[in-house]
T-cell receptor, first 113, second 111 residues
Framework: DTEVTQTPKHLVMGMTNKKSLKCEQHMGHRAMYWYKQKAKKPPELMFVYSYEKLSINESVPSRFSPECPNSSLLNLHLHALQPEDSALYLC????????????FGPGTRLTVL | SQQGEEDPQALSIQEGENATMNCSYK?????LQWYRQNSGRGLVHLILIRSNEREKHSGRLRVTLDTSKKSSSLLITASRAADTASYLC???????????FGKGTTLSVSS
């Protein structure tokens, strides 16, 4: 199984809402990632978890809060987002770290009203 | 900027033709990776080439890496309409702390 799943596929939320994005992989990978991709732009790294510990936080605003409950799951909690946060949020995983091939999920298309 | 810069930004070819995309970067790398992205969807990994490698093949794909010129190329042979997508190169810095994507080349293959 070389699949990374993400739920939901689409999410519309108001600026006062609290929502969560979920990512799951069953490949035994120990590194998981969140990326943000705006239209016609490349993906930008947000967070990296390595062995369930947050190893990289690319100066992401605190309204985005990652969580890694176990080695297979990665969540991104959203609170008080702004319209400019609307984007495609991609999750990825790799065997050990960033020097390995990353396997991406299909993404969650987020719209903030 | 550490990110890869793809060239050309857009490429239109006929089915059966070969497509070549280039990626240049400015920093020392651990490896360079090529991904494909269909419109608005997740990325599919194509090939990873390490800094001590010069060429890799996978099916109809051929990737070269020239670390002295800090550049890589992706060749897709005998292209198909299904190859229509954006192709992004991504570099992993030498410290292995980040994967940084370029803006991509948009390939359009018409039948």
């Amino acid at each position: 199984d070389t699949e990374v799943t993400q739920t939901p596929k689409h999410l519309v939320m108001g600026m006062t809402n609290k929502k969560s994005l979920k990512c799951e992989q069953h490949m035994g990978h120990r590194a998981m990632y969140w990326y943000k991709q705006k239209a016609k732009k490349p993906p930008e790294l947000m967070f990296v978890y390595s062995y369930e510990k947050l190893s990289i936080n690319e100066s992401v605003p605190s309204r985005f809060s990652p969580e890694c409950p176990n080695s297979s799951l990665l969540n991104l909690h959203l609170h008080a987002l702004q319209p400019e946060d609307s984007a495609l949020y991609l999750c990825a995983s790799s065997q050990d770290g960033t020097t390995d091939t990353q396997y991406f999920g299909p993404g969650t298309r987020l719209t903030v009203l | 900027s550490q990110q890869g810069e793809e060239d050309p930004q857009a490429l239109s070819i006929q089915e059966g033709e070969n497509a070549t995309m280039n990626c240049s970067y400015k920093t020392s790398i651990n490896n360079l990776q090529w991904y494909r992205q269909n419109s608005g969807r997740g990325l599919v990994h194509l090939i990873l080439i390490r800094s001590n490698e010069r060429e890799k093949h996978s099916g109809r794909l051929r990737v070269t890496l020239d670390t002295s010129k800090k550049s890589s190329s992706l060749l897709i042979t005998a292209s198909r309409a299904a190859d229509t997508a954006s192709y992004l190169c991504a570099i992993v810095n030498q410290a292995g702390t980040a994967l940084i994507f370029g803006k991509g080349t948009t390939l359009s293959v018409s039948s």
